[in-house]
């Protein structure tokens, strides 16, 4: 997996972008999630800028293991129904 390496400053500069972008869109969100492992730090600018609540996205693969997700936040903030998952023809 390559890995981008980003500075404080291009950090911040490619939120204040975001949040640009998003205010000139005249889109406006009830809140923001923040991806783990990496994604928290933007989340929490961008919430703060655009003074929406920031929620955490929990997602932890491990090999070998259990996949450990809240993915129904996603699927709250695109307004998609939560969908049953199947394994085997079985219903978890």
């Known amino acids: 997996m390559n890995k981008l390496i980003l500075t404080n400053r291009e950090l911040k500069k490619l939120v204040n972008k975001i949040c640009r972008d998003i205010a000139n869109s005249g889109w406006r969100p009830h809140y923001i999630v923040g991806i783990s492992r990496g ?19 929990q997602v932890s693969l491990r090999d070998g293991g259990e996949c450990v997700s809240d993915c129904g936040l996603a699927e709250d903030a695109l307004g998609y129904p939560k969908q049953e998952i199947f394994v085997e023809d079985e219903m978890m």
């Open 39 to 57: 994604g928290l730090v933007p989340a929490v600018m961008i919430s703060h800028y655009l003074n929406v609540p920031m929620k955490p996205l």
